[in-house]
């Protein structure tokens, strides 16, 4: 069983920067890979970025490459998301999810999720 919560969200200004956070709990969160999702209102939740458990392999969505990194410190039981260059497109609330099950940018693949953590962009 893994228990995920997200912090760090907030309110931006276009340009700006921030970083989430997902703090686990669960002795076996080292031992599986984890992501970060999102869902804007009125859209389907939709995957942002993919890391292993070591950390050695990262995946991101082609609209968040080149501004967003994944990271994590499997000593904190943490995992991170660093947002740069935030536009207001990248206004949602973002979801932590651990043990995937196959692709994994399906969302029905994953085991465990946080409850959120809003972020929003302003023009």
């Known amino acids: 069983q893994v228990q995920l919560v997200e912090s760090g969200g907030g309110l931006v200004q276009a340009g700006g920067s921030l970083r989430l956070s997902c703090a686990a709990s669960?002795?076996?969160?080292?031992?599986?890979?984890t992501a970060w999702f999102r869902q804007a209102p009125g859209k389907e939740r939709e995957f942002v970025a993919f890391?292993?458990?070591?950390?050695?392999?990262?995946y991101y969505a082609d609209s968040v490459k080149g501004r967003f990194t994944i990271s994590r410190d499997n000593a904190k039981n943490t995992v991170y998301l660093q947002m740069n260059s935030l536009k207001p497109e990248d206004t949602a609330v973002y979801y932590c999810?651990?043990?995937?099950?196959?692709?994994?940018?399906?969302?029905?693949?994953?085991?465990?999720w946080g409850q959120g953590t809003q972020v929003t962009v302003s023009s």
């Open positions: 890391i292993t458990w070591s950390g050695s392999i990262t």
């Open positions: 999810a651990a043990h995937v099950t196959g692709t994994y940018y399906y969302t029905r693949n994953w085991a465990y």
């Open positions: 669960g002795r076996t969160f080292s031992s599986v890979a």
